[in-house]
């Protein structure tokens, strides 16, 4: 896990968060925390649910209402529909959903 570097960011009204999907995977899990080749830190993911009709879209978001204990209406697709590599709106207070994250990424370490 990379230390540092943290794939979410306070935003209006929320985090934005960047995730990386692996889809058609053997099971639902948050890997940590990883940088892309570009050094853009995104935090790994993994879901059953395969990569079309926005099924895996739908498995991620979830997984991170489940482990984050959010509605999954709280939990938006900003950017990145059909690509592995997406930036996703977490509605609510910025700082709870930080300390969440901050939580679930160092239990992956």
């Not at 959010?70 to 207070?93: C, F, H, N, Q």
């Not at 959903?97 to 992956?108: D, F, G, V, Y």
Request: proline residues 5%; aromatic residues 0%; without cysteine.
């Amino acid at each position: 896990m990379i230390s540092a570097a943290r794939p979410w960011r306070a935003a209006a009204g929320g985090v934005l968060l960047d995730v990386r999907v692996t889809p058609k995977s053997g099971r639902d899990a948050v890997e940590g925390v990883e940088l892309l080749s570009s050094g853009q830190p995104i935090l790994k993911l993994r879901v059953r649910a395969l990569p079309t009709d926005g099924e895996a879209n739908t498995a991620v978001v979830a997984l991170l209402a489940k482990i984050l204990k959010l509605p999954k209406s709280g939990i938006a697709l900003e950017r990145g529909g059909t690509s592995r590599v997406k930036t996703l709106r977490l509605a609510g207070d910025a700082n709870a959903i930080s300390a969440a994250l901050e939580k679930i990424t160092k239990a992956e370490t």
